[in-house]
């Protein structure tokens, strides 16, 4: 059984800056990729930033210069720094992981989702 808890939505000024962790945890044997999926009110789920075991780094170009997602491998732990926030970032953000479990089958995880509210 593996599982992805995440933490640090909430309620933020335009300007602001937020941090998002998701640790998973569980019978792993390995962690491809991880990253991080946002779903707005009304809108399709997008990708905002993922991050491979090889160091590949991707980021939606509407994150580009703002964002930056980093892992601790030996926590299992991905995480997003947001800074300057936008209104238009509101949404449900999602963790994902790619994992071959220790069964060495290789299924794509998430997590509970968590709110990010950017308001005046």
């Known amino acids: 059984q593996v599982q992805l808890v995440e933490s640090g939505g909430g309620l933020v000024q335009p300007g602001g800056s937020l941090r998002l962790s998701c640790a998973a945890s569980?019978?792993?044997?390995?962690?491809?990729?991880m990253g991080w999926y946002r779903q707005a009110p009304g809108k399709q789920v997008e990708l905002v930033a993922a991050?491979?075991?090889?160091?590949?780094?991707t980021y939606a170009d509407s994150v580009k210069g703002r964002f930056t997602i980093s892992r601790d491998n030996a926590k299992n732990t991905v995480y997003l720094q947001m800074n300057s926030l936008k209104p238009e970032d509101t949404a449900v953000y999602y963790c994902?992981?790619?994992?071959?479990?220790?069964?060495?089958?290789?299924?794509?995880?998430w997590g509970q989702g968590t709110q990010v509210t950017v308001s005046s």
């Open positions: 991050s491979t075991s090889g160091g590949t780094i």
């Open positions: 569980g019978s792993i044997f390995s962690i491809n990729a």
């Open positions: 994902n992981a790619k994992i071959r479990d220790s069964g060495l089958r290789r299924s794509d995880y």
